[in-house]
């Protein structure tokens, strides 16, 4: 995946188009198996990534918990995903992550997690943390992002 294109977002009330930053430019590329070995490996190559660029602590840290977040999804919602393709930008003030795997279109939450269920807060932290994301459909799975400005 080259950059991420514009397409129509199917995310929640904060959901804006899939056009990345103004000016993007991608400085980080991963091509992961479809396994839970891609969330630490996606997870330190974006810590490093970022803080070689000089990036917010804070920032990092919210980086780190969203690339968590949607690499686990991809690999526990989309497990016919041999591969899990995570890419970073960064624009002027914004970082755009985004998750491609082999799954079918996003699924919303059916339900909100209770106090002692294990599952199903990664949307809302998504949610909760970015500063837009949404969801589009690519030739053989989909593609989810966030922006997350570089504070």
């Known amino acids: 995946m080259a950059s991420v294109p514009s397409q129509a977002a199917h995310g929640g009330p904060r959901a804006t188009s899939g056009r990345g930053p103004a000016g993007a430019a991608v400085v980080l590329t991963l091509h992961l198996p479809g396994s839970v070995d891609a969330v630490p490996r996606a997870r330190h190559a974006l810590r490093d990534t970022v803080a070689a660029g000089g990036g917010a602590d804070e920032c990092l840290q919210i980086l780190e918990l969203l690339v968590s977040e949607l ?38 939450p059916g339900r909100q ?13 998504v949610e909760a943390l970015a500063q837009s994301w949404g969801s589009y459909p690519v030739a053989g799975g989909k593609v989810v992002w966030c922006d997350v400005p570089t504070l």
């Open 71 to 108: 690499v686990t999804n991809a690999v526990r919602h989309a497990p016919q995903s041999t591969e899990v393709t995570v890419q970073l930008l960064r624009g002027e003030s914004t970082f755009r992550l985004a998750v491609t795997d082999a799954g079918g279109p996003l699924r919303r």
């Open 113 to 125: 997690a209770r106090t002692c269920d294990e599952n199903g807060r990664g949307l809302l932290l």
